[in-house]
């Protein structure tokens, strides 16, 4: 079985601070997948990122930046500089090679605040 | 290029109505899903197809039915609405590579009073 955890319920924090969104994908599987998803306020679902288990290099675009852990299995995800149009809540996901069921963590609501 | 579509965006049914909820793509995705969300749950997976004229059960399947008549479209349906079942159901979809990202609809908000 898999689950994905994301420990953080809510984070809080002010404009142009870097905040970081933890999550951690337990499976038995060797091969697999991780999403990061946005959810605005406006209710929409977007896609963010994928990243495969066998590859561990970071990456970033523009202020996003995530890191793979698979010694971890932990998939962070880290916004720096922050800015109010970043408030939303943040579901990270994962899928095993072959399966359609992506399965997802419960969400961490991030607020920024001017 | 429009994406994933759903209709309706709202709607508000009585315990035991009937109705249904469509979703189209104009990506030529062969895997279609339906998913609901309901408070500190996240998304569970309702139904999905893997193409045209197939459909199969997800982790939440009881009380709806898919269809997948036309390749770009995938139908849920609810035959008697009950309260549990007011959520917010989200479409998906993804070609057929390995790993391959699912994209997601705007949502309906459904209410079963």
């Known amino acids: 079985a898999q689950k994905v955890t994301q420990a953080q319920t809510e984070i809080s924090v002010v404009e142009k601070e870097d905040v970081t969104l933890d999550c951690v994908y337990e499976t038995r599987d060797t091969t697999y997948y991780l999403f990061w998803y946005k959810q605005p306020p406006s209710g929409e679902l977007v896609f963010l990122i994928r990243r495969n288990s066998f590859d561990e290099q970071n990456e970033i675009s523009g202020r996003y930046s995530w890191n793979f852990q698979k010694s971890t299995s932990s998939f962070n995800f880290t916004i720096t500089a922050s800015q109010v149009v970043d408030s939303a809540v943040y579901f990270c996901a994962g899928l095993k090679a072959g399966a359609q069921k992506l399965v997802f963590g419960q969400g961490t609501r991030l607020t920024i605040n001017p | 290029n429009a994406g994933v579509t759903q209709t309706p965006k709202f709607r508000v049914l009585k315990t035991g109505q009937s109705m249904t909820l469509l979703c189209a793509q104009d990506m030529n995705h062969e895997y279609m899903y339906w998913y609901r969300q309901d408070p500190g749950m996240g998304l569970r997976l309702i139904h999905y197809?893997?193409?045209?004229?197939?459909?199969a059960k997800g982790e939440v399947p009881d009380g709806y039915n898919v269809s997948r008549l036309k390749k770009q479209n995938f139908l849920l349906g609810l035959e008697s609405a009950a309260p549990s079942q007011t959520s917010v159901y989200f479409c998906?979809?993804?070609?057929?590579?390995?790993?391959?990202?699912?994209?997601f609809g705007p949502g309906t908000r459904l209410t079963v009073l």
């Open positions: 197809s893997v193409g045209e004229g197939t459909t």
């Open positions: 998906a979809s993804r070609p057929t590579g390995g790993g391959d990202t699912q994209y």
